[in-house]
């Protein structure tokens, strides 16, 4: 089979990968459609908030693996089996695009999934590790500072996609390196499109922060029922 098959295949399988939904079937085994309680969203984050801590780490730990298997796993082992050594870095952009296509546009549940936050960490450590840790470093600090999951996520989103240019860029240009960099920079804005309506919440000043305290749960409901009422009062 000649590079563009393998790519196509490479691809698919990883677009298939992808559409695996690790917080849907986590929900299924509490007997709960995750999709239906909390945000709606099969991400980890809603997980974590309404099934609990373990499962949304767990969650969060598969979303974050078939990213990663997309890119350093599924092309690898298909060049493997055809016998034609290792892939092109064309092959790997293929597959970073088509598993994050996979998680926010799943086959399995009608093409209405998640917002790519874990899978895209995952595709970055295997085509950008540095970038990786940088953006998973600005997401802890961002996160610690606000309580806002989505402020994270967005920002992290976008130093992912600006780092490799120069952080993981090879010692020796790096032969089609732009290319891999256009795509994750393209993907970053993806997950930063998905989070638009949690960026109109936060504009209203309606976003929920992540509550580590029952103080801090019971300041959120309350200052919850005091929007409620004066939204009442002026209607």
Known sequence: MNAYVLTVLSAALAYLAGSIPFGYLMGLTRGVDIRTVGSGNIGATNVFRTLGKKLGVFTFALDVAKGVAAVAVVPQAVWACAGAGAPPLGALVACAAAVMLGHAFPVFLGFK????????????????????????????????????????????????GAAPWWLDRPADGGAGWNAVCAAISVLAA??????????????RGTENRFCFTERQRAERERRRAEREAAERKGA
């Open 113 to 160: 999934g998640g917002k790519g936050v874990a899978t895209g960490l995952g595709l970055a450590i295997g085509l950008a590790p540095h970038s990786a840790l940088l953006g998973l470093a600005v997401w802890i600090v961002v996160f610690g500072a606000t309580r806002y999951v989505s402020v994270g996520s967005v920002l992290a989103a976008l130093v992912v």
């Open 190 to 203: 993806l997950v930063v499109l998905k989070h638009r309506s949690n960026l109109a919440r936060l504009a």
